[in-house]
Every structure is written in structure tokens, then in C-alpha cells.
């Protein structure tokens, strides 16, 4: 299946800090999304991007649709403790009939 | 409607027993995808049906591993013969018949073979 990299890994930031990730992939894709997983739980939605250059805002989250069509970036501002989770990206070709998924960024916010 | 229903939650099998998981999806909702994620891994993509028709099959699905949907509304996925290696959560989905809205995740079966 696609690879797509999420990078980084990890992060521990302090509480209010604003967060920056990113996702690339080997191959164009016309959609990408952005899940939060917590612990024992199924991924959530969080935004949905169809355009390439596209910024969606979901309150104090906010994501890009790269121009290239091979990357996708997701921030966070002034980040809180319930922020804690798994962040993943998700991309599908307009060829392709499901999502493949990201490894991850694990956040961890500290009081 | 309560979103995407999974069953059971957890399950605990000695290898080479055969397993069964159920996937309720939302009622409006006629695709259904079949997704595992091991630890620290993202979800992987194994099958999906469109109502009742299995359209795709991922190369992770091996011969030991077969899903239904009969009638086009719950789906079951069954692993016979069960191994160490299929250990992992195992997550269903549902959406829309383009899907452009994403999926809707369930909460995910944790299979331990032991």
C-alpha cells in the first residue's frame, strides 16, 4: 500500500504552546484527512481537505492541502491538556477507492 | 443513530482458534471498511464492501481471513487459525458512497493471541 510519513514522531510541548506537523506522501492525492485517536479508541475526524492549497480551520485547528498534492500540514494553537493523543493524516488517489494513513504523531502536552 | 458499533471490545484467543467480530456501521452510510493497527502503527487498510459486494481486498487479507457483509448492513470478519502475528486492533469504518467526507471509525476490537 501508499507510505506516507508523518513527521515528527512525537512531541512534548507546554501547555499554550502552538503545534506543527506534517504528512508526505510518495503519490498525489486529491483528499487528505486529519484523525485524532485517543487511547483504546477508534480514530476521530478532526478536517477534511479536497483542494489543492486548501486551509480549513477547525477552532484551533488548522490544516493545508499542499500545493504539490503530496503533503498535508496540521497546527494546533495555544494547545491545552485534552489535546493529548495520536494525530494521524489519511490520503486517498483519485484513483484509489480508500484512505492510507500516516504513522502518527504522538503528542503530549504538559501542564 | 450512534455512529459505528464493534463486538466485542476485546477478545483474548489461544493460537488456532478461530475468531469472529461484528461491525454495526451507520445505518445511512452503504460502505464499509476493515482496517488493522498495531502498535504504534497507523491504521491498514484490509477490505472494504459497497452494500453487500466485497470490492477490494488489501494483500495483508490472507486466506485465513474472510469478511461478509450479506446483507449489505453489519459486517463480520473472521480470522481462522488464529497466529501471534494477528494480534492488533481491529477497526471498522463507515461512509458515504464516495467516502469524500471520511470515514467514521468505530471503536475497535483488541484481538490478543496468546
Known amino acids: 500500500g501508499q507510505q506516507l510519513n508523518q513527521s515528527p514522531q512525537s512531541m512534548f510541548i507546554q501547555e499554550g504552546e502552538d503545534v506543527s506537523m506534517n504528512c508526505t506522501s510518495s503519490s498525489i492525492f486529491n483528499t487528505w484527512l486529519w484523525y485524532k485517536q485517543d487511547p483504546g479508541e477508534g480514530p476521530v475526524l478532526l478536517i477534511a481537505l479536497y483542494k489543492a492549497g486548501e486551509l480549513t480551520s477547525n477552532g484551533r485547528l488548522t490544516a493545508q492541502f499542499g500545493i504539490t498534492r503530496k503533503d498535508s500540514f496540521l497546527n494546533i494553537s495555544a494547545s491545552i491538556p485534552s489535546d493529548v493523543g495520536i494525530y494521524f493524516c489519511?490520503?486517498?488517489?483519485?484513483?484509489?477507492?480508500?484512505?492510507?494513513f500516516g504513522t502518527g504523531t504522538s503528542l503530549t502536552v504538559i501542564p | 443513530d450512534t455512529g459505528v458499533s464493534q463486538d466485542p471490545r476485546h477478545k483474548i484467543t489461544k493460537r488456532g482458534q478461530n475468531v469472529t467480530f461484528r461491525c454495526d456501521p451507520i445505518s445511512e452510510h452503504n460502505r464499509l471498511y476493515w482496517y488493522r493497527q498495531t502498535l504504534g502503527q497507523g491504521p491498514e487498510f484490509l477490505t472494504y464492501?459497497?452494500?453487500?459486494?466485497?470490492?477490494?481486498k488489501s494483500r495483508l487479507l490472507s486466506d485465513r481471513f474472510s469478511a461478509e457483509r450479506p446483507k449489505g448492513s453489519f459486517s463480520t470478519l473472521e480470522i481462522q487459525r488464529t497466529e501471534q502475528g494477528d494480534s492488533a486492533m481491529y477497526l471498522c469504518?463507515?461512509?458515504?458512497?464516495?467516502?469524500?467526507?471520511?470515514?467514521?471509525f468505530g471503536s475497535g476490537t483488541r484481538l490478543t493471541v496468546v
Open positions: 464492501f459497497q452494500n453487500e459486494a466485497q470490492l477490494e
Open positions: 469504518a463507515s461512509s458515504t458512497p464516495t467516502g469524500n467526507d471520511g470515514y467514521t
Open positions: 489519511a490520503g486517498r488517489s483519485t484513483t484509489g477507492n480508500q484512505f492510507y
